[in-house]
């Protein structure tokens, strides 16, 4: 057997920090955490622990006060706007309200960062892409193109939402809560698009969440925040074996839920 | 002296967001689209309401005016005094009030609507200015409408005041424009203009700041919208009064 080769890290994220002026209380507190490329890397942990805000320093949303982020190997550039939308194009990101413009079609959804970036592209060739980034996460583009967002269920949106982050054809796609508040339904559409992501189109998925059950069901590693900080990273199995206090209550509620919902 | 830090602060982050969106409108890619359609939103769809605004408002001051300059048998000067007054102040502060109600309000809302729903984050994620996308254009276009529109109050307002004098309070027709070249000059006209265009820039940039800058739920963006239209309205009150001391200064050399 020859010698194991290291895994390319799509994300890694170095000794971040992060306060808020009015807060006064770290939020992120020199966290460290290595994401792989091409595989799906949930980060769980209680709401409000700083997850949002761990993903938007990752998009360049927020500025961190100490730290960095490589993208690839390459420096996140906080300080240049025009540096930092070059290495944006790395990106797509699913929010957790979706984020689709209301006043805009599916149809201009999806094309809105097509003809942004590519503003020669003809209307025809526009359509064609658009339509087949919709097909590509399970829409049919006839039925759905001239639909605003208010008109789709909330499964539908994700798969919009989905189809406009990929549209550029980034690398990596992160995912804000994107099973919260669906029905069981709508939530699995979303973990089999989220599986979709990596497997036919071989991308990196980042998910925020603190839904339990997707992240076993769905992740290949596992990553738990707390107090500002990666307090666990392993795989699935691992992370159900971990004795860490917080992630033992964190299964523990879980569990009680579950058998909640059973009853 | 917190509260005044605030203020200045507060202040000066608008004149910052006010000039990066001028910044940004003569930097490419350039959308004149997007332009037309917040023109057409500002301009075209304020034209009923301002209309209507300007006839009444013709229509009271002419009486006004008739009431007082009847005593003294001057019943031609109702004429050039609600011209006067509309070109000078009325058409440009009414117009501002008017469309801050209508369009300040909607773009305050629609803004304010798009950050708390992560629009605005969403856009800059996919490298797209949200900057220039949604304010510049706003902010341009409300000051090339505020202008146009006060032209078109201070030409129904007009109306109303002839239809006033004339029809109803019985004004001879020949009378009442005769002495209208003797008070209404050039610079009248110039000073609603300048004024209007003013307060264009000061509607759209206080709507577009508000509803940017929004945090919260929905709560915070009708807090905002309503922040937006109070503080807009208030301030076009406050800075005509010092847009008149300037202007002056600037035709006649007085204040």
């Known amino acids: ?263 | 002296m917190a509260r005044l830090t605030i203020f200045v602060e507060e202040v000066g982050n608008i004149m910052i967001f006010m000039f990066r969106a001028i910044y940004w409108l003569i930097k490419t890619p350039y959308r004149p689209n997007i332009f037309l359609e917040h023109f057409y939103f500002i301009a075209n769809k304020s034209v009923f309401i301002v209309t209507l605004t300007a006839i009444f408002t013709g229509l009271v001051f002419a009486i006004q005016f008739y009431f007082g300059f009847n005593v003294i048998n001057a019943d031609a000067l109702v004429g050039p005094a609600s011209a006067l007054s509309l070109a000078r102040e009325l058409a440009p502060v009414f117009t501002a009030v008017v469309v801050t109600g209508r369009a300040g309000a909607a773009m305050a809302a629609e803004l304010g609507t798009m950050r708390v729903t992560d629009q605005i984050d969403a856009m800059e994620v996919m490298a797209i200015n949200p900057l220039q996308y949604l304010v510049s254009p706003r902010i341009l276009a409300g000051f090339i409408a505020l202008p146009i529109l006060s032209t078109l109050f201070l030409f129904i307002g007009n109306i109303g005041a002839y239809m006033a004098g004339v029809w109803l309070l019985g004004i001879d027709s020949s009378l009442f424009y005769s002495h209208l070249s003797e008070f209404v000059e050039i610079q009248d006209i110039l000073q609603g203009l300048i004024k209007a265009a003013f307060f264009g820039l000061m509607f759209s940039t206080l709507s577009t700041y508000t509803g940017f800058t929004t945090s919260g739920g929905a709560k915070a963006v009708g807090a905002s919208t309503n922040r937006a239209v109070v503080v807009t309205l208030v301030l076009i009150l406050v800075s005509d009064y010092f847009l008149t001391l300037g202007i002056r200064f600037l035709f006649y050399g007085d204040s």
């Open chain 1, 1 to 263: 057997m020859g010698p194991k080769t290291k895994q390319l890290a799509a994300i890694e994220i170095k000794n971040l920090s992060k306060t808020f002026p009015r807060k006064k209380e770290k939020v992120l507190d020199r966290l460290n955490l290595t994401i792989p490329a091409k595989q799906i890397s949930f980060v769980l942990g209680p709401s409000g622990t700083g997850k949002s805000v761990l993903l938007k320093h990752i998009v360049g949303l927020l500025r961190p006060d100490e730290g960095e982020i490589d993208i690839f190997g390459q420096k996140l550039p906080y300080g240049s706007t025009k540096k930092l939308n070059e290495m944006r194009k790395h990106f797509g990101v699913l929010f957790q309200g979706v984020a689709l413009f209301d006043n805009m079609t599916v149809y201009e959804n999806v094309a809105f960062p097509l003809c942004a970036h590519q503003r020669a592209l003809k209307k025809n060739i526009v359509v064609e892409m658009v339509s087949e980034t919709l097909l590509s996460v399970g829409l049919d583009p006839s039925a759905n193109l001239e639909k605003y967002p208010n008109e789709l269920s909330g499964g539908m949106q994700k798969r919009v939402g989905l189809a406009r982050a990929i549209v550029l054809k980034p690398d990596i796609i992160l995912y804000d809560e994107p099973t919260t508040g669906l029905d069981p339904v709508n939530r699995q559409t979303v973990e089999e698009m989220i599986l979709e992501a990596k497997n036919k189109l071989g991308l990196t998925n980042f998910v925020i969440s603190h839904d339990l059950r997707a992240a076993i069901a769905l992740a290949d590693k596992i990553a738990f925040i707390f107090g500002g900080q990666i307090v666990f990273s392993g795989n699935a199995d691992e992370f159900q074996q971990s004795s860490h206090p917080v992630i033992r209550s964190f299964l523990r509620a879980e569990e009680i839920h579950k058998k909640r919902s059973e009853i």
